[in-house]
Every structure is written in C-alpha cells, then in structure tokens.
C-alpha cells in the first residue's frame, strides 16, 4: 500500500514538473507570436508557428 501512495507522489511531482517547464517555455512564445504578428501582418502564419512551437515534443 505505501508503495502505490509512493508511486502516486512521484507520478504528482513527474507531471508538476512537465507542467512547470510547459508554462516556462510557453512565455517565450507568446513573445515571439506576438513579434510576428505585429511584423508580418500574417495572422494565419503566425497562429499556425504559435500552436506548433506551444507543441511539447
């Protein structure tokens, strides 16, 4: 039984972890979306490179 808690607690923290370098990776790109936006005046591009640079893999 503490086994499983514990492997619970580890598999918290793996996707804390997973969600945490998600949201630091997701500033700099709503960053760079948003110089494209304003520099290229192509909304359907610069949606398209926004959704596929917020892809995690």
Do not use: G
């Not at 039984?1 to 370098?21: E, G, K, Q, T, V």
């Not at 494209?36 to 596929?52: D, S, V």
């Amino acid at each position: 039984m503490f086994h499983i808690y514990y492997r619970f607690i580890f598999s918290l923290r793996f996707f804390s972890n997973i969600f945490a370098f998600s949201c630091i990776t997701t500033i700099p790109n709503i960053i760079i979306f948003h110089w494209i936006a304003t520099k290229h005046k192509n909304l359907k591009f610069a949606r398209n490179n926004f959704y596929y640079n917020m892809d995690p893999n």
